[in-house]
């Protein structure tokens, strides 16, 4: 089968976002926050808890749990990945974690105030089943569209993830504010049973809709697993930062790409803690908010493609972020819901766009002869953890020693403002090639 700019193949791929999309928008950003903050609580309703034992504030738990997941992923995605490439099983390796992380996921179904413990272990799971099975996904880039159809892929995959994770959040929303439409009743709501059997809907629709990718993608070698293959993976990997070094524009995108990703992902994980806990928005509004913001960033992903064919992607990378520093600056001084909603629907308009463009624009800027795509992309996926893991951690940090959110988000604007310098180094042509 032709694999290359093969529409039925790119559809097929562009599933598994439609598939994984689901936890980044049920679990770490609306329903599971949620529910989360009502149900992780002390004595007296207070925020501090009790985790194996230690006293922690529930919002800082809730940040380090995705420090320590990505910081995982960090640790283990140089080994997985070139082993992957050695063995040409990508395809397993994705499916391993993506099956990680449907499993955790279902496992929210039993979250109750008692098991807090083991709940939070599957939270982190499930992070690392979402980010260890999509740096696999993201290495087939190369293997199934050519490089001037890398943004158009991309922003088709992240267009299906959008769509996919809507549908199942309105469902999700239907049985959570309307439960007699599915035969349950308001108590069942108000216990919280609805929300957990939406974490258990995630996890079978992850897991479902990721056959039709693992069905339709370029077929694994069938090489014998060889304990060699981990010192030649590590190896690999090292061979491949020294060839990065060796690229100044490579160079210089990873290190912008790992400060203003920074901030972004840190704005997604913690944008819904920092509207119940700052800003009291009561649920149904949070709610109907969140899901605006994955409407409006349908269009912006493809407004992405769109000035990165005008301008080049540096210079629509650089007007991506520019709009991103005025989020944190807005969120400081924002005092009421109204001016939340403005500065969500702009998250909304440039989320979807720089996940997007910074996909692939790195898959533009990995050399034409190199055939070890994984390891590449797993230095790309180590340096997005580690921006996941560096945000969070000083987020949770800021807010445990100040006391306030609101002070956290500050340092997101040193991020971006120093990610936008980083860009303006990088020269702005549609297709990097030395």
């Not at 320590?68 to 997985?80: D, E, F, N, Q, W």
């Not at 929210?108 to 272990?121: E, P, Q, R, S």
């Not at 479902?208 to 690999?236: E, V």
């Not at 269009?299 to 989020?327: D, M, T």
């Amino acid at each position: 089968m032709n694999y290359i700019n093969n529409k039925k193949i790119w559809n097929a791929w562009s599933m598994y976002d439609w598939a994984n999309s689901v936890h980044n928008l049920v679990i770490t950003t609306v329903i599971f926050p949620i529910y989360y903050h009502a149900t992780a609580v002390g004595e007296n309703g207070s925020e501090i808890v009790k985790f194996f034992g230690f006293e922690i504030n529930n919002n800082t738990l809730y940040t380090y749990t995705i420090s320590a997941a990505a910081l995982t992923l960090v640790l283990l995605s140089p080994i997985l990945t070139s082993i992957a490439d050695y063995s040409g099983r990508k395809k397993m390796f994705m499916k391993f974690f993506c099956y990680l992380g449907a499993a955790s996921c279902a496992y929210f179904f039993f979250f109750t105030k008692g098991n807090l413990d083991t709940v939070m272990i599957a939270f982190g799971l499930s992070i690392v089943g979402w980010g260890g099975s999509v740096v696999f996904y993201n290495s087939f880039i190369p293997q199934i569209a050519t490089e001037e159809n890398y943004d158009k892929l991309s922003a088709r995959g992240f267009v299906f993830g959008y769509i996919g994770s809507v549908i199942l959040l309105v469902f999700n929303l239907l049985m959570i504010l309307k439960p007699e439409l599915f035969g349950l009743s308001k108590a069942d709501s108000d216990s919280g049973l609805t929300s957990r059997i939406a974490f258990l809907t995630v996890g079978i629709w992850w897991l479902g809709f990721a056959q039709i990718p693992f069905y339709f993608l370029p077929k694994d070698q069938s090489k014998p697993f060889q304990f060699s293959w981990i010192k030649k993976g590590i190896l690999g990997l090292r061979d491949v930062i020294l060839e990065v070094r060796q690229n100044k524009i490579l160079t210089k995108f990873l290190t912008a790409y790992f400060t203003y990703y920074l901030g972004v992902m840190t704005v997604i994980y913690v944008a819904t803690l920092f509207a119940e806990g700052e800003l009291k928005i009561p649920r149904d509004g949070l709610i109907a908010t969140l899901l605006l913001i994955q409407l409006v960033a349908i269009p912006g992903s493809y407004l992405a493609s769109f000035l990165s064919r005008k301008l080049g992607n540096s210079r629509a990378l650089q007007i991506e972020v520019a709009i991103w520093f005025l989020v944190p600056l807005g969120a400081y001084f924002t005092t009421s819901a109204n001016e939340f909603y403005i500065i969500a629907c702009v998250v909304g308009l440039v989320m979807g766009g720089i996940q997007s463009l910074s996909r692939s624009t790195y898959a533009k800027l990995i050399p034409e002869e190199v055939g070890h795509t994984a390891a590449y992309f797993s230095l790309y996926d180590i340096l997005e953890k580690a921006s996941i893991m560096a945000g969070t951690f000083i987020f949770g940090f800021l807010n445990s020693y100040t006391g306030s959110m609101r002070t956290s988000i500050l340092f997101l604007m040193v991020a971006f403002f120093i990610g936008f310098l980083l860009l303006l180094r990088i020269p702005s042509k549609n297709v990097y090639r030395d």
